[in-house]
């Protein structure tokens, strides 16, 4: 199960820090991501992370504002966001566990948090 938290208001030029906790097996979880999505739009891949050698990821409309990290120890997976704009504002979903044949490529998903950038 992932559970997400740390959405919010933020006017243009904030940050903000979304954390996903994940109980059951995390350390087994070969990859874990960010997504987001707007009301009538297809969900948009954020960011990624490899669990094993912290390999990240990021779409390039975030490069060098948001950042993705791990914290093995709390089984939390983090996404630092930086320099918020409104074009940020979307409900972002933590996925885990990598599997290509699963819906948008993970097996686990959270149940999302909103963003809102004014």
């Known amino acids: 199960q992932l559970v997400e938290f740390g959405g919010g208001s933020v006017q243009a030029g904030g940050s903000l820090r979304l954390s996903c906790a994940a109980t059951?097996?995390?350390?087994?979880?070969?990859?874990m991501g960010w997504f987001r999505q707007i009301p009538g739009k297809e969900r948009e891949g954020v960011a990624s992370i490899t669990r094993i050698h912290g390999g990240t990821a990021y779409a390039n409309s975030v490069k060098g504002r948001f950042s993705v990290s791990q914290d093995n120890a709390k089984n939390t997976l983090y996404l630092h966001m930086n320099n918020l704009q409104p074009e940020d504002t979307a409900t972002y979903y933590c996925?885990?566990?990598?599997?290509?044949?699963?819906?948008?490529?993970?097996?686990?998903w959270g149940q999302g948090t909103q963003v809102t950038v004014s």
């Open positions: 059951g097996n995390f350390n087994r979880m070969n990859c």
């Open positions: 996925a885990a566990d990598c599997d290509p044949e699963s819906p948008g490529g993970y097996k686990y």
